[in-house]
């Protein structure tokens, strides 16, 4: 005979047996959107870096006698640094929405930690970007040099900034490198 307390230990085992699934898919969840951040950020540097090979192309130009190319580049510059810093904020949306599902605490934090990071390597990018509409613009040489200073100093504020988070990022890969999936050419 099948008494009512004899059915608190099973339905306790099932509660159970559905929360580790639930888990599980949290975890998976988590996993998928960590795959997509890692697309995106590849993506983004790709971009990156291409703006990057562009943006000393543009340097190397003589102002004076090739402003139109320098204009040119700097437009192209700005609008790869633009879709490159989009790539990573939607490459850190994906870790914050991943550090949110139910997931061991330490992987919570790495993610939101990666949220962070992502977005400081976005505003490093916007502020790139800008240094190429700067260049496109009117400005007088001297003008255009002082303002891409100006913002070349707060890209090394922010990337301070950032190699905090990324000394926090990297403790935690160390801690559990036996627990993080490592994408090719993920950084």
């Not at 700097?74 to 949306?93: I, K």
């Not at 870790?95 to 930690?113: C, G, N, T």
């Amino acid at each position: 005979m099948f008494t009512p307390t004899a059915r608190i230990p099973a339905l306790l085992a099932l509660l159970l047996a559905l929360g580790l699934a639930a888990a599980c898919t949290q975890t998976e969840q988590a996993n998928k959107l960590v795959d997509e951040m890692n697309a995106l950020t590849q993506g983004g540097g790709e971009l990156a870096q291409k703006a990057i090979a562009r943006s000393k192309e543009m340097q190397e130009k003589d102002f004076a006698e090739e402003r139109e190319e320098v204009r040119s580049l700097g437009r192209e510059v700005s609008s790869l640094f633009g879709r490159a810093r989009d790539q990573y904020r939607q490459a850190a949306d994906k870790a914050e929405e991943a550090s949110r599902l139910k997931v061991d605490a330490w992987f919570s934090e790495y993610l939101s930690l990666k949220a962070q990071q992502l977005r400081k390597v976005a505003e490093v990018y916007d502020l790139s970007g800008r240094e190429g509409e700067v260049a496109a613009g009117d400005g007088t040489l001297e003008e255009i040099n002082q303002q891409i200073a100006d913002l070349e100093a707060r890209v090394a504020s922010l990337n301070k900034e950032n190699e905090a988070i990324t000394a926090r990022v990297r403790k935690i890969e160390e801690e559990h490198k036996g627990d993080i999936r490592k994408e090719e050419g993920a950084k």
